[in-house]
């Protein structure tokens, strides 16, 4: 242990960069980056889901792109599988396999779980985040960290929360990739696009009657835009039900300040399920 660093603090320099994403240490001899890399053996990844998974063959592995092919063909041919994936799951448990064993995403390297769902699938109100921290990552459900308990403050607000028994009042969450980016970094612009056909197929599986989509993200992947800034508190149309962007938790934990446009968002919500229930 270095001069002058007792055991205490040495732990919470360790806690605050495995948050920061740390994933290994270096040595203090020096790496040939340059080598000849051994084959990696990628660990099985497990799925989290509010709903049971029943045990069914693995999904088929990503074919191999044809010589020439070089990496936008293994691109395309990994999108067409998602798109095949997808459209084939039956239900939420069959799209949570199919998505847990889907390897044609880099993402699901590095991270530790498939995080996939949260609440009752039969909530009017299903809630698009980003993607997994490092608590969900370790939880293998989203929404469980500092945020998540903001979350779930804001909408206890106006009586909705994930673990109501009454659909009528209950939250349905997910995310837009199911795997934690490295450091925490969001989804890339490919990454999203990978994963569309999985996020698109579990929204029609669900049949929410209105989503509530969290952050830039989120807008980026279901509206094509972002600026949430500009775009909170605003109704657009997403796949054929009413979205309303709004403020991640995360945001407003950095800038209290902006609870108050994200209460005004919250009473639009709630006013919204009131007229139409």
Not at 136 to 145: H, I, M, N, Q, T
Not at 211 to 219: D, I, Q, S, T
Not at 241 to 265: F, G, I, Q, T, V
Request: with cysteine.
């Amino acid at each position: 242990m270095t001069a002058g660093m007792d055991w205490h603090l040495a732990r919470a320099l360790l806690e605050w960069q495995v948050e920061l994403g740390v994933t290994e240490a270096i040595g203090s001899q020096p790496l040939d980056r340059l080598a000849p890399m051994a084959p990696v053996t990628v660990a099985p990844v497990t799925v989290a889901a509010s709903v049971p998974v029943s045990a069914s063959a693995p999904a088929p592995r990503p074919p191999v792109a044809a010589a020439g092919g070089g990496e936008a063909g293994v691109a395309e041919q990994a999108a067409a599988l998602a798109g095949r994936l997808a459209a084939a799951a039956r239900d939420a448990a069959t799209l949570a396999e199919a998505l847990a064993a889907f390897e044609g995403c880099e993402l699901r390297r590095g991270a530790q779980s498939c995080v996939f769902a949260d609440g009752d699938a039969r909530a009017r109100v299903m809630i698009v985040g980003e993607g997994p921290g490092a608590d969900e990552d370790r939880a293998g459900l989203p929404f469980v960290g500092r945020a998540g308990q903001m979350l779930d403050r804001m909408f206890a607000a106006i009586g909705l929360g994930r673990s109501n028994p009454d659909p009528s009042h209950a939250l349905y969450i997910t995310n837009t990739v199911p795997w934690r980016p490295p450091g925490n970094r969001e989804p890339t612009a490919a990454e999203l696009a990978l994963l569309r056909p999985f996020l698109q197929r579990h929204i029609e599986l669900a049949d929410p009657d209105v989503l509530v989509l969290m952050g830039n993200v989120a807008c980026e992947a279901l509206l094509g835009q972002r600026g949430i800034l500009k775009l909170r508190g605003t109704w657009a149309e997403v796949m054929g039900r009413p979205a309303l962007a709004m403020l991640h938790p995360a945001y407003l934990l950095r800038n209290p300040e902006a609870k108050r446009e994200a209460w005004a968002d919250l009473l639009a919500l709630k006013a919204w399920l009131a007229k139409n229930g």
